[in-house]
């Protein structure tokens, strides 16, 4: 998992790893994309997923919609686009496509961060499975959703340290 750091950072990481036994996970952002654009396609072209939100989005394809979005974003070198929507969905909207709906909540006290734990929920995930393919993302996608509506239910922290894996499958 490349977190949103500059991308010569990011290239960085990735020349440590065997990138052929790796899935490799990019999390970006605007900054990145108005600032270190060069560099930034060069790690792009070299994961396996990314992991943005639809703004981001949007604006490192000047398209207007989604599956558009998601569509140029792949052809950089991605195998799997995930664009969040804040405080929504998270889609991967490719074909085929999926939508991981949001856990419902009716107590959300700081939302910040949960992009990132949707992020490492999703990793972790995937670091447990033998293979990367759409239906092992489709759950994985599913497990960050779930980590991450425990994020929100306190500051920092708190609420996804105590929370046990039977309470993230079922929730």
Same mark, same amino acid.
């Given at each position: 998992m490349l977190g949103n750091l500059h991308p010569d950072?990011?290239?960085s990481v990735i020349s440590q790893i065997n990138p052929q036994n790796t899935t490799i996970i990019l999390d970006t952002m605007?900054?990145?994309i108005e600032r270190a654009w060069d560099e930034l396609m060069h790690v792009v072209s070299k994961t396996n997923i990314? #992991?943005?939100n639809d703004e981001e989005a949007f604006q490192m394809t000047g398209k207007?919609?989604?599956l558009s979005a998601a569509k140029q974003i792949s052809e950089m070198g991605p195998s799997y686009v995930i664009i969040k929507k804040e405080s929504m969905d998270r889609a991967l909207p490719q074909r085929p496509n999926f939508?991981?709906?949001a856990v419902i909540l009716d107590n959300v006290v700081d939302p910040t961060g949960a992009?990132? #734990?949707f992020a490492g929920g999703m990793a972790g995930f995937l670091a447990?499975?033998?293979t990367l393919n759409f239906e092992v993302l489709k759950t994985a996608m599913v497990y960050g959703s779930s980590v991450a509506s425990f994020c929100v239910t306190d500051f920092g922290t708190k609420a996804i340290v105590n929370t046990s894996i039977l309470q993230i499958k079922t929730s």
């Open positions: 950072t990011q290239e605007n900054f990145w990314i #992991t943005i207007t919609n989604i939508l991981a709906p992009g990132d #734990t447990s499975q033998a």
